[in-house]
Structure formats: structure tokens, C-alpha cells
């Protein structure tokens, strides 16, 4: 089956900083993203999603960008904090009719001090 | 006043045993599905069931049952216990109509020593 990868498996931040969460995605026919956060002993936590309809979209602090000329998707966080350390993950749904969650490897955000 | 909730938080036990884990929503919602995470955070979906009728089965031995007995609980009963059967087991729950957004339990993290 087609699977969902990351670019980097762990990444460093300067408290304040921005932070880019890159994801590359194989299955062209998926068409919602959504991502995920997991703090150390807890489940993973929905963040923001997109449909493959949009290129950007914004929450809070979080802007998700979706190319879906090279299948690329990135979660952006604005002025990174310490409880934003956690691992990140990236998910597809597929266009079929289960239409299940892939999920990506995951990347490991710390924020440093 | 946990949305998803399931129990044990932690399970050790000896290899060749039957242990069950429980889980439970309040949400509301119709789907419901067990994950399991890999040591390196890897997530894959195992089952899931949609109002007590089973819709999705990955390739899963066969001594992993799920069990529904209404739409609102989903609990997994493994039998003969392994020492690959490690890892942190996720509960899920989605909304009516989709299998997109899931809303994840705090997770069961099993060793078979």
C-alpha cells in the first residue's frame, strides 16, 4: 500500500522560534490531511486539517500548507513554546470507501530554552 | 469526563497469557478503532467497527478479537500473548459518517516480558 513519510525524524527549535514540520505524502488520490500531535504518555491529539481542495490553512499559532503538485504537506508553528514539544505526525485519508487514516512516522519537535 | 478512555494504562504480563483492554467514548460517535504503536511511534490501524459491525480487519493474528457490545465500547482480548504483542495500544473514535477526524484514548502500553 502507499504509505505517508517524513523528511526529518527529529527537529530542534529555539524557544520563540517558527517551527516547519515537513511531511511527503505518495497516495495522490488522498484527499484530507490531517495533523497530529502526541505528548510523552498520551494519545495523539488532532491539531488542524485540510482538504485537498485548499493549499493553507490556519488555526491557532498553526498554518498547514498542502502542495499537491509534489505531494507535500507541512505543519508551521508560530512562535514555538515549550509545550509544543511532542512528536508530530501527518496523516491521509484515502479515496476509498473505508476511507482510513494513514499516518506518517512521526517527527520529534523539542523546544529548546 | 474523558472522551475516550481506556484501561489498563499499563499491562505487563508473561508471555502465553490472555489479557484484555477496554475502552470506552462518550462522544457519540458510531466508529471506533484500535491502533497499535510501534516502538519507533509508528502508528497502524488493527480494527475498526462502525455500530457494533466490524468494517475494518488489517492483517492481524487471529489472537487479537474485538469485541463491540454497543457502539460506545470497543475492547481487545489477545490471546496467547508474544513478546512482539509490545507496544502502546490506542483506542479511537471518529464521527458519525466519517473515518477522518479520530479522537485518541491516553493509550495501554503492553509488555509481555
Known sequence: GESVGLHLPTLSVQEGDNSIINCAYSNSASDYFIWYKQESGKGPQFIIDIRSNMDKRQGQRVTVLLNKTVKHLSLQIAATQPGDSAVYFCAETGSGSARQLTFGSGTQLTVLP | ?113
Open chain 2, 1 to 113: 469526563d474523558t472522551a475516550v478512555s481506556q484501561t489498563p494504562k499499563y499491562l505487563v504480563t508473561q508471555m502465553g497469557n490472555d489479557k484484555s483492554i477496554k475502552c470506552e467514548q462518550n462522544l457519540g460517535h458510531d466508529t471506533m478503532y484500535w491502533y497499535k504503536q510501534d516502538s519507533k511511534k509508528f502508528l497502524k490501524i488493527m480494527f475498526s467497527y462502525n455500530n457494533k459491525e466490524l468494517i475494518i480487519n488489517e492483517t492481524v493474528p487471529n489472537r487479537f478479537s474485538p469485541k463491540s457490545p454497543d457502539k460506545a465500547h470497543l475492547n481487545l482480548h489477545i490471546n496467547s500473548l508474544e513478546l512482539g504483542d509490545s507496544a502502546v495500544y490506542f483506542c479511537a473514535s471518529s464521527q458519525p459518517g466519517g473515518h477522518e477526524k479520530l479522537f485518541f484514548g491516553s493509550g495501554t502500553q503492553l509488555s509481555v516480558l
